[in-house]
């Protein structure tokens, strides 16, 4: 497995001074954006910054993508923010921060236990619509409580519309001065982005902010600052929890390690088809799992992919991994040498920047698609949205996959299914049966919910009056014991009527399945036009 810059320079020269460039850029990103989402998860500033430093080196060497950035990102500082309140006493306590650096290492073990088993497509069981519902909802959770740094109140409700009524309410106690840095956070980052996108808008705002807060001594009149950070490099360290607590994270991991596969996996396929590289899944599920052993040793956050800084680094232009490296070294010497700088940070400007960035993760544009497209989807995408806030991130999952899972039954129940005639050059085409012999179409799998739906259309068709009843079985890809089952009863119900049963375009593998049922005595005919002339010939005789 090639290294991935490495392999990008095989194929030509790499622009280093551009390469070099695009990594003080991702650095200029990452030292807000990283403080901003530990404090999202209850973690200290530094858990952050030392996500960009180790983690990030570790997955830049092993991956396949040469564009993807691993990095802390809004869904996975919200979700270790909503599983490890289950388990610890409170956000920032000893205790708490053990536990994160422990669910990194656990997330590791799951992403190293997909790639040994080859377990990725595991992620495509998280269908776009819980996608895109279960990261809004993580938004919509993480906004609420970036709107309350930027007031600057506290709040006491646990709930999440009690929570949101708490804040409406409190409106008239906010912090005058917080909420004009933070609002100018914001405008400042927006208009950057507008009016000059290549420029760095997260930390050019934020080095304003602290100018200002700093020179005016607004931190006096109610704008609370980041405040002390320890300085150094990190250093190798073992979480002391319990075995029980080992195991309670587990759930949370897998949680996570699938939010990052769908949407990790589907942004480094994007750019490596757009780039015409080759891609290995595998080789990423690896790179992922390592660089979380490297952040659960280092006390860092739980890392996964960021699909706006790998965009940033695409826009930049570049083409390897030589920002991530560039990015680790510049926030190594951050934090050995000038950590002190942290100290003066406003949170309320710290919020209004990751309030910008968390508010992309609102699709509404593909929400509104997916109501225009199958309302059915929209739906599930709506209750897993409302589902993280108010139920907690792994029910709203689980209350998303079940509604999937119904939803696809439900429409597997009722295939597409039709009856064909003779047309031209003899070949069978969809209309209204004619005649003695009908041919039926079944455009699904047969399997236990649509069995009865096959019964009862037979049924009809015998009821009509046809005598002889063809299935045509191009389409029936499997058949399970159920739908064996209402296959069997079929045919021994129209032989008791006198009605002949044979089925037609049956695969080989379909005819095994069936024979493997003991479904024997079936009539099989390679062709609708066979099975015709066979009829006819029953006719004549």
């Known amino acids: 497995m090639a290294v991935s810059w490495f392999a990008a320079g095989m194929r030509g020269p790499l622009k280093w001074p551009g390469e070099i460039t695009a990594g003080v850029t991702l650095a200029a990103l990452a030292i807000p954006l990283n403080i901003g989402y530990?404090?999202?998860?209850?973690?200290?500033?530094?858990?952050?910054?030392?996500?960009?430093?180790?983690?990030?080196?570790?997955?830049?060497?092993?991956?396949?993508?040469?564009?993807?950035?691993?990095?802390?990102?809004?869904?996975?500082?919200a979700l270790i923010a909503s599983l490890l309140v289950a388990i610890a006493a409170r956000p920032g306590s000893p205790q708490y921060v053990e536990l994160a650096y422990a669910q990194a290492l656990v997330?590791?073990?799951?992403?190293?236990?997909?790639?040994?088993?080859?377990?990725?497509?595991?992620?495509?069981?998280?269908?776009?619509?819980?996608?895109?519902?279960?990261?809004?909802?993580?938004?919509?959770?993480?906004?609420?409580?970036?709107?309350?740094?930027?007031?600057?109140?506290?709040?006491?409700?646990?709930?999440?519309?009690?929570?949101?009524?708490?804040?409406?309410?409190?409106?008239?106690?906010?912090?005058?001065?917080?909420?004009?840095?933070?609002?100018?956070?914001?405008?400042?980052?927006?208009?950057?982005?507008?009016?000059?996108?290549?420029?760095?808008?997260?930390?050019?705002?934020?080095?304003?902010?602290?100018?200002?807060?700093?020179?005016?001594?607004?931190?006096?009149?109610?704008?609370?600052?980041?405040?002390?950070?320890?300085?150094?490099?990190?250093?190798?360290?073992w979480p002391s929890i319990t075995l029980g607590q080992w195991a309670a994270l587990v759930p949370g991991a897998i949680a996570i390690c699938a939010v990052t596969l769908a949407d990790g996996l589907l942004t480094a396929r994007r750019y490596a088809e757009q780039h015409g590289y080759p891609l290995d899944a595998n080789q990423e599920l690896r790179?992922?799992?390592l660089a979380n052993v490297a952040a659960g040793l280092t006390q860092s956050m739980t890392v996964g992919s960021s699909a706006s800084r790998t965009a940033a680094m695409d826009a930049a232009g570049s083409r390897s991994q030589i920002p991530s490296a560039v990015c680790a070294v510049v926030v190594a010497v951050l934090v050995a040498f000038c950590s002190g700088l942290l100290a003066y940070l406003p949170n309320t400007a710290l919020a209004g920047i990751v309030a910008v960035a968390v508010v992309r993760l609102i699709d509404v544009r593909r929400?509104?698609?997916?109501?225009?497209?199958?309302?059915?989807?929209?739906?599930?995408?709506?209750?897993?949205?409302?589902?993280?806030?108010?139920?907690?991130?792994?029910?709203?999952?689980?209350?998303?996959?079940?509604?999937?899972?119904?939803?696809?039954?439900?429409?597997?129940?009722?295939?597409?299914?039709?009856?064909?005639?003779?047309?031209?050059?003899?070949?069978?085409?969809?209309?209204?049966?004619?005649?003695?012999?009908?041919?039926?179409?079944?455009?699904?799998?047969?399997?236990?919910?649509?069995?009865?739906?096959?019964?009862?259309?037979?049924?009809?068709?015998?009821d009509d009056g046809a005598e002889w009843i063809v299935l045509d079985a191009e389409a029936i890809t499997d058949v399970d014991v159920t739908g064996a089952e209402a296959l069997r009863e079929t045919a021994a119900a129209l032989r008791e009527r006198g009605v002949t049963f044979a089925v037609a375009r049956a695969t080989a593998g379909l005819r095994r399945l069936l024979a493997h049922y003991g479904l024997t005595g079936l009539r099989f005919f390679d062709s609708n036009e066979a099975a015709a002339a066979a009829h006819r010939e029953s006719d004549h005789g």
């Open 38 to 77: 530990a404090q999202i998860a209850g973690l200290p500033p530094i858990a952050g910054l030392y996500a960009a430093i180790v983690p990030m080196l570790v997955f830049a060497l092993l991956c396949s993508s040469r564009q993807l950035v691993a990095s802390p990102d809004a869904p996975i500082a």
């Open 107 to 237: 997330c590791a073990a799951v992403f190293l236990l997909f790639y040994a088993f080859k377990l990725g497509f595991l992620a495509n069981f998280l269908s776009e619509p819980v996608l895109v519902g279960f990261i809004a909802g993580l938004a919509v959770e993480i906004l609420t409580s970036q709107v309350k740094k930027i007031l600057g109140i506290h709040t006491t409700a646990e709930r999440f519309f009690p929570e949101l009524w708490e804040i409406v309410t409190r409106i008239p106690q906010a912090r005058p001065w917080s909420v004009v840095v933070g609002v100018a956070t914001i405008v400042v980052i927006v208009a950057l982005r507008r009016l000059l996108p290549a420029l760095p808008g997260p930390l050019i705002a934020l080095v304003a902010a602290t100018a200002v807060v700093t020179w005016a001594g607004l931190d006096r009149l109610g704008v609370s600052v980041l405040g002390h950070v320890p300085s150094g490099l990190p250093v190798p360290h």
């Open 287 to 289: 790179a992922f799992g």
């Open 367 to 462: 929400l509104a698609e997916l109501w225009r497209l199958r309302r059915s989807e929209f739906w599930i995408a709506v209750v897993c949205l409302l589902g993280v806030p108010v139920l907690g991130s792994l029910t709203a999952v689980v209350i998303a996959f079940l509604l999937s899972a119904v939803d696809v039954v439900r429409r597997a129940s009722r295939p597409s299914t039709a009856t064909l005639r003779p047309g031209e050059h003899g070949r069978y085409t969809r209309g209204a049966a004619e005649g003695p012999l009908v041919v039926y179409r079944f455009e699904s799998q047969l399997f236990f919910a649509n069995a009865g739906t096959f019964k009862s259309e037979i049924t009809r068709l015998a």
